[in-house]
């Protein structure tokens, strides 16, 4: 589709998020350049983990043509075994069964580099033009008809729309702040720190601050809990010995409240973080860059005067629809993947007789996916502007398909 010149994007940040919005961009026609403050975006990088992509995101790279390229570099999950620390199994996670039944296909595990590469290199020479790595950008400000971005180097880039997807410690999420205290003392605002992590191996505090931990910290931990058990013959020590990358990470939680301001939108996790457990991040933010790019879409062509420039007024009502749409649905994901994580550390003797005795010998944690991950997964959208072939169906039916939404 031809760019329109009506609405100019400026993404920001080139992570997993911030390259499906540049593929959704490009499917729906919206001009955008895409600055990211790394050196490059295409350079495999040692590191990032592994990414589960669930069965509504799969609908979604097929609908893009990109399924069969990360089908390939990834693999199907398969029913996995849970085991105690001395290694005894107690539970299997069949989400392969599971989302057969119930979507029409499993959940694919991609490493994150490569699924970044894949997204990177899947985009046509002319659109890849439009991504430009050592863009740290340090200050947005709003002007009467666009925005303005500087960057670290002394570069300026003038646009629509700001989408910041400069993930969960996001600078444009506090340039947004930084905005709207500007423009009145009593705005509502996002928390300054809004996320906060309880959980590595439990911290001794909640801490809200982002932590960089070194190599000496990771042997330091390795020598605490190297000895648990991953698999009924393999230690965390032995996965240890024979990682090519590894990284130690406190796992932030938390939404916001405001996911847009005047002419500035957040998606992924600069708007939501979700500890691991749920395998759900990405996925979500996959769904902030579905919806977004279906409102802008929808705006585009809505407009009587294809020639004008789009009103801020019209940008903010539909980063509002975006908001209305995403809201409750992030806030459910944020919910669950708390409770996971908490059922999984064993964090009271609940959580502990629940997730050890209970789940295990009632089949419960299928019901478990039924109840809470399962209704996020149909509930997903796809490009309204796009046509869907070979969609996945099991027994729960999909319930947004291929129109304006
Ligand atoms: C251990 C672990 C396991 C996970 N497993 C899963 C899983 O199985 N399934 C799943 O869906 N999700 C999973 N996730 C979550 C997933 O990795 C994140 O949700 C996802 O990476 C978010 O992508 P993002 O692009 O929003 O943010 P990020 O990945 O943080 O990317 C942000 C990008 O913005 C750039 N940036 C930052 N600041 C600036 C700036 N000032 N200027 C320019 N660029 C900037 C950064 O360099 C980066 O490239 C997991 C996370 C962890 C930690």
Same mark, same amino acid.
């Given at each position: 589709m031809t760019p329109s010149n009506r609405l100019r994007a400026i993404i920001i940040g080139g992570g997993p998020v911030g390259l499906m919005a540049a593929h959704t961009f490009y499917r729906a026609g919206i001009n955008f350049v895409l600055l990211e403050r790394?050196?490059? *975006?295409?350079v495999f990088e040692a590191g990032g983990a592994g990414i589960a992509i669930m069965a509504n995101t799969l609908r979604l790279l097929a609908q893009l043509g990109l399924l069969e390229a990360v089908e390939a570099s990834g693999t199907h999950m398969r029913p996995g075994t849970v085991v105690t620390s001395d290694g005894r199994p107690f539970s299997t996670l069949d989400t392969l069964g599971w989302c057969s039944e119930f979507h029409g296909t499993g959940w694919v595990m991609v490493h994150r580099p490569e699924l970044m590469q894949l997204l990177y290199g899947a985009l046509p020479d002319e659109i890849r033009q439009h991504l430009f790595p050592r863009k740290d950008v340090t200050t947005i400000e709003m002007t009467e008809d666009g925005v303005v971005v500087w960057c670290t180097d002394g570069s300026v880039e003038r646009g629509s729309i700001v989408v910041g997807a400069d993930g969960a410690h996001s600078k444009v999420r506090d340039c947004m702040r930084r905005i709207a205290l500007q423009e009145s003392s009593k705005a509502a605002l996002n928390e300054e720190k809004p996320f906060v992590a309880t959980?590595?191996?439990? *911290?001794p505090e909640p801490t809200r601050e982002r932590r960089r931990y070194t190599e000496q910290d990771m042997k330091s931990f390795m020598e605490e809990l190297g000895h648990a058990h991953c698999t009924s013959t393999l230690r965390l020590n032995d996965l240890y010995q024979a990682q090519t990358s590894c990284y130690l990470t406190d796992l932030h939680k938390g939404l916001i409240h405001h996911f847009h301001h005047g002419r500035i939108v957040l998606v992924g996790d600069a708007v939501n973080k979700q500890t691991y457990n749920t395998g759900q991040g990405w996925n979500t933010g996959v769904q902030d860059v579905v919806v977004l790019t279906n409102k802008l879409w929808t705006l585009m062509e809505d407009e009587t005067d294809l020639d004008a420039p789009i009103s801020q007024g019209k940008i903010e009502a539909a980063f509002g629809l975006y908001q209305r749409d995403r809201d409750p649905v992030v806030q459910q994901a944020v919910k669950a993947s708390e409770m996971f994580t908490r059922t999984e550390a064993w964090n009271h003797w609940y959580d502990w007789f629940t997730d050890r005795h209970i789940l295990p010998r009632t089949g419960g944690l299928k019901w478990i996916y039924r109840a809470f991950l399962a209704p996020a997964n149909v509930n997903a959208q796809v490009l309204g502007f796009l046509e869907e072939n070979n969609r996945p169906s099991g027994t729960i039916p999909w319930l947004h398909s291929t129109e304006r939404s």
């Open positions: 790394r050196n490059a *975006l295409a959980y590595r191996q439990k *911290l």
